[in-house]
């Protein structure tokens, strides 16, 4: 079961900076997930929210504003460091050359952006990624149809916050190839049913032992975590 560092290691570094992800990388996760939205002048950042003053010093919606912009607020504050809103391609240059799996959320749930889905693959064609690496995900369904139209190469999956009737023939109609449901939404016969039928399951986010233990019993492809040492440690005989 591979362990999935959730917006980086946002238990010990402030979620969605360099410093949370260059900890995942410290801490051999499987994978690093994190959140895409959309500047006002058209440039992919990462950060969880759509408006900035949960994670950072600063007030307002991110696509009111320009890169440059949210360059001047600190997205470290609530851990007293000196961080920056990352761009996309920051954190591309730093995976480009290993093998850690990239999970990217893409936020239209609430804000469309437009041309983001193509703009994300642009991105990774720039930075010669390979897409065996990548996933997509939103709650947002129509994205994830119309990315996986633009890249059928690239996997795409389902963001679930409550369940769906039929769900393997739902995905079908959207054109996904996983699903990634909130750790509370799948009985035990759900997702046994889904992966007889070839479908990866990725639950998150995995907070307590229990659950963890309970989706490597199931053996689920992947868990999303908020600190991969803490998990490492409880799956280590």
Sequence with gaps: MKLFAHRGVMAQKPENTMSSFRLALD??????????????????????????????DG???????????LRQYNAGVRFGLDEQIPTLDEL?????DGQTLLNLE????????????EKVIERLSMFSIDLDRVIFSSFNHNTIHRLKQLE????CALLLAQPLFDLPR????????????????????DILHLQSIGIRVRPYTVKQ??????????????VFVNDVQWATHVLTP
């Design 27 to 56: 801490a051999s996760a499987d994978g690093i997930e994190t959140d895409v939205h959309m500047t006002r002048d058209g440039e992919l950042v990462l950060i969880h929210d759509e408006h900035l003053e949960r994670t950072t």
């Design 59 to 69: 007030t307002g919606m991110v696509h009111h504003q320009t890169l440059q912009e």
């Design 92 to 96: 591309l240059e730093l995976i480009k």
């Design 106 to 117: 893409i936020k239209t749930d609430r804000c469309r952006y437009p041309g983001i889905e």
């Design 152 to 155: 059928p190469r690239i996997e």
């Design 170 to 189: 739902y995905m079908q109609m959207v054109g996904a190839d996983s699903v990634h449901p909130h750790v509370d939404v799948l009985t035990d016969e």
């Design 209 to 222: 032992s229990g659950q963890l233990q309970r989706f490597e019993r199931l053996g689920v492809d992947a």
